[in-house]
């Protein structure tokens, strides 16, 4: 069992940063894949990063590639989403996520079994 806690939300100015984390509890957090979903309010829950157990591939959706950076430091059991370049647009709920060790390296969006409770970014225009 694998329990996630984000932080690092807020509100921010358009074209501000912010960055968000994520603190896993649990054996073998480095071997599972990880990755965060946003939820604007009205709409489905959107994928936006992934990365492998290694840190070594990640994946961004296409809205955020260029302003957003995933990463990892397995010796703290924390996933970090490093972003750059606001956008009223990027308000939402931001969501950590984590899916079973396997294959492909950065998981498919419906194998995330694992959820945090959620963390608000609002950018303000």
């Known amino acids: 069992q694998l329990q996630l806690v984000e932080a690092g939300g807020g509100l921010v100015q358009a074209g501000g940063s912010l960055r968000l984390s994520c603190v896993a509890s649990?054996?073998?957090?480095?071997?599972?894949?990880m990755g965060w979903f946003r939820q604007a309010p009205g709409k489905e829950r959107q994928f936006v990063a992934g990365?492998?157990?290694?840190?070594?591939?990640?994946d961004h959706t296409d809205s955020v590639k260029g302003r957003f950076t995933i990463s990892r430091d397995n010796n703290k059991n924390t996933v970090y989403l490093q972003m750059n370049s606001l956008k009223p647009e990027d308000t939402a709920v931001y969501y950590c996520?984590?899916?079973?060790?396997?294959?492909?390296?950065?998981?498919?969006?419906?194998?995330?079994?694992?959820w945090g409770q959620g963390t608000q970014v609002t950018v303000s225009s």
């Open positions: 996520a984590a899916a079973l060790p396997g294959w492909p390296a950065v998981a498919e969006r419906n194998e995330y079994a694992y």
């Open positions: 649990g054996r073998a957090f480095s071997s599972y894949r």
């Open positions: 990365i492998s157990w290694s840190g070594s591939i990640t």
